[in-house]
């Protein structure tokens, strides 16, 4: 995926916590094992594990259950920072969204210019 197509806080900050912490939120509600989060994600196992520690020390996941050797996490709601995080993906979202309808808008008017020159 291209840095121009992503949209949320990976769209606008470059790096994986970016890509975890958007995973993650988009998801939220659902237990993955540190294997799920980091191919979810698009980032490889080692940085996901060089990066846990922050994630954790910031309150930003949270442990929920362990099944069998795999341990599960989820993206913890109640911290204020995650709150925060949370409404800046939906402001970044919705600027990307506004952005690609006008885009859209344009193309569309620019069309429809040109489809009435040819008829003429």
């Given at each position: 995926m291209n840095k121009g197509d992503m949209s949320g806080l990976a769209g606008l900050f470059s790096g994986s916590i970016a890509n975890i912490l958007d995973f993650l939120l988009i998801h939220k509600g659902f237990d993955y094992s540190k294997t799920e989060i980091a191919e979810n994600a698009g980032v490889g196992y080692k940085t996901l594990f060089d990066n846990?520690?922050?994630?954790?020390?910031?309150?930003?996941?949270?442990?929920?259950?362990?099944?069998?050797?795999?341990?599960?996490?989820?993206?913890?709601?109640?911290?204020?920072?995650?709150?925060?995080?949370?409404?800046?993906?939906?402001?970044?979202?919705?600027?990307?969204?506004?952005?690609?309808?006008?885009?859209?808008?344009?193309?569309?008017?620019?069309?429809?210019?040109?489809?009435?020159k040819i008829k003429v």
């Open positions: 846990w520690d922050k994630l954790e020390r910031y309150g930003l996941v949270k442990e929920m259950t362990t099944i069998g050797r795999a341990t599960l996490y989820t993206i913890n709601l109640d911290s204020p920072m995650v709150k925060a995080l949370k409404k800046l993906q939906h402001e970044i979202m919705f600027y990307d969204a506004e952005k690609v309808a006008q885009e859209q808008a344009e193309r569309g008017v620019i069309l429809e210019m040109k489809e009435e």
